[in-house]
């Protein structure tokens, strides 16, 4: 038997391989531990991407594939899963499945597979909009070509427009220009037809004092109450459309939904109380810095802010420097447009507002949101109003043809001067060529930088949308044309020639106008109205401080 000092050198020989037993088990553990928490990880990110990827197997064209993109969905559109809000996403994985046939098409899409896409690319139909609220349809009437329109059009479908009613004429309405329009889904063009012009004639409007003062003068007068006469057809539009609210815009004027929790006019609309009839966006006028722009929707990021969203001691402090010797702050009108909610008894009241016949409409003026208008943006904007206009270049014919004072003073200098003469003019009064006095009103609040209309047709020039709607339209004429070739039946040709009445461009000038044809005797008797609000400059230095244009 062992004794006790046996004893005591045993306990002393055997505790170090009892501890180092107990540190290796330790750090083995540890060890299964650290694997676990790194291969836990590891294992759930590998189980979303396998679920991620056979979700996604089922797409075959990246183009035609669009995420829905929480940042431009408006709350409280009842948006669908598989519905998907006209603006930009970020367009799908650039891998195919393998043995996928890829088109030119195809190729280009993989390329731009981190740029801006579009759910209107190549087949894409509008059916998803009839869930969204609210509908909102825009008015215009416009001479401008395609290349002038489509962009316009396309960038307030992205931010929410659903309809579009064109009044068109001139290079509108031609045959190329109008072919394409008509084929694109929510357009619906009308011609100003003789027929056109003895509704209009017939209309209540036209036979109201509140517009009167309009009538029988050339130009500016003449354009102001044909879109009063148009946006009194599309109110009826609308209403058998079912939209919600409308709005007139001209083609050089883009709607800057700024001040939403999305760049999206619908949201901007879905928010607004249910009292209020109607919504005014103050306008902002671009400031070209060049002179030798040629697309003014991709090219102008400056633009001057309006009187109503500057404080004014900004306004009139810096009202010289702004104006830089031209006749007011603005080049052209600073009264804005409106938006109003379809409603009954509502009427245009002139080309910037609308009104009711029953009531005073409750308006409310957006704090952010603006009209970007782009005037005398390209150069060639001074001849192309004046070969419109038939007015003398004198200081008192021209107040015939036009309502504002710059464009007066434009119209004379275009008809007199030389080319020259004329660029250096434009130079000095239109383009912004003053680095230092641009640094100086862009840190006061004056001028200010918007990328967003800019960048968004940029993408839409870049997705295809444009030139594939172009391209869609000859398709779908040639082949028309060749199935008509084939039918040549009497019958069949007068179908032909009854079906597009309204191709035909009248230039008939003197019997189109002032709009209407015939002299209307108005009694002074008449029911008064509130007389059509024009376009108005923005007050001026010496203007007393109610004239801050409300109306």
């Known amino acids: 038997m062992p004794n006790y000092y046996q004893q005591q050198q045993h306990h002393h020989r055997s505790t170090p391989l009892l501890s180092s037993s107990t540190s290796s088990s330790s750090s083995s553990f540890t060890s299964k531990l650290l694997l676990l928490l790194t291969l836990l990880p590891l294992s759930l990110a590998l189980l979303a991407f396998v679920l991620q990827w056979k979700g996604d197997s089922g797409l075959t064209d990246p183009a035609n594939t669009a995420s829905s993109t929480s940042r431009w969905a408006p709350h409280g559109s009842h948006l669908q899963s598989h519905e998907v809000f006209p603006g930009m996403e970020i367009s799908s994985s650039s891998v195919s499945p393998k043995g996928q046939h890829f088109s030119q098409s195809d190729c280009l899409s993989l390329g731009r597979s981190g740029s801006p896409s579009f759910p209107y690319y190549r087949d894409w139909k509008l059916d998803f909009e009839i869930n969204l609220k609210p509908k909102i349809c825009v008015t215009t009437s416009t001479s401008a070509g395609l290349d002038q329109i489509l962009p316009w059009m396309f960038y307030h479908k992205v931010i929410g427009v659903t309809t579009f009613f064109l009044f068109v004429e001139g290079k509108a309405a031609s045959p190329d220009v109008s072919k394409v329009l008509e084929s694109i889904p929510g357009v619906k063009v009308i011609y100003r037809t003789k027929e056109l012009e003895e509704q209009q004639a017939k209309s209540r409007i036209w036979n109201e004092t509140w517009l009167s003062s309009f ?24 209403r058998d459309a079912g939209m919600d609210w409308i ?26 109380p249910g009292n209020v009839d109607m919504v005014i966006f103050p306008n902002y006028e671009s400031s070209v810095e060049r002179d030798d722009i040629k697309d003014p929707f991709s090219e102008v990021s400056m633009f001057k802010k309006n009187y109503d969203h500057l404080p004014k001691d900004t306004y009139f402090g810096m009202y010289k420097e702004s104006t830089r010797g031209n006749p007011n702050y603005f080049l052209t009108y600073g009264n804005g447009k409106s938006v109003a909610r379809i409603q009954d008894h509502l009427r245009p009241n002139g080309a910037h507002r609308w009104h009711n016949y029953m009531k005073s409409p409750n308006e409310i003026k957006l704090e952010e949101a603006a009209v ?27 107040k015939r043809c036009f309502m504002l004072e710059f464009d007066r003073s434009a119209f004379i200098i275009a008809s007199t001067a030389t080319e020259e003469e004329m660029l250096n003019w434009y130079r000095e009064h239109i383009v912004w060529g003053d680095k230092d006095l641009k640094i100086k009103l862009l840190r006061k609040g004056i001028l200010t930088r918007i990328y967003s209309p800019m960048a ?61 044809r015939r ?20 007050p001026g230095v010496n203007d007393d401080d109610h004239l801050l244009i409300e109306a």
């Open 215 to 238: 009538f029988y003068k050339p130009c500016n007068y003449e354009l102001f109450v044909k879109q009063s006469l148009n946006m009194e057809m599309a109110i009826v539009m609308a």
């Open 247 to 272: 709005l007139h815009l001209d083609t050089d004027e883009l709607i800057h939904p700024a001040g939403g929790r999305e760049y999206s006019l619908r949201q901007l609309l879905l928010d607004v």
């Open 372 to 398: 970007l208008h782009y005037t005398y943006a390209k150069f060639s904007d001074l001849t192309s109003r004046r070969d419109r206009c038939g007015c003398k270049p004198t200081k008192e014919d021209v």
């Open 456 to 516: 968004i047709i940029q993408g839409l020039r870049e997705s295809g949308v444009l030139s594939s709607v172009i391209a869609s339209a000859q398709t779908t004429l040639s082949k028309k044309k060749f199935l008509a070739s084939i039918d040549s039946s009497n019958s069949s040709r007068a179908a032909a020639s009854q079906s597009l009445p309204s191709r035909k461009v009248d230039n008939r000038s003197k019997e189109h106008q002032a709009t209407a």
């Open 519 to 538: 002299v209307l005797n108005i009694e002074a008797n008449e029911s008064h109205h509130e007389a059509a609000v024009p376009p108005l400059s923005p």
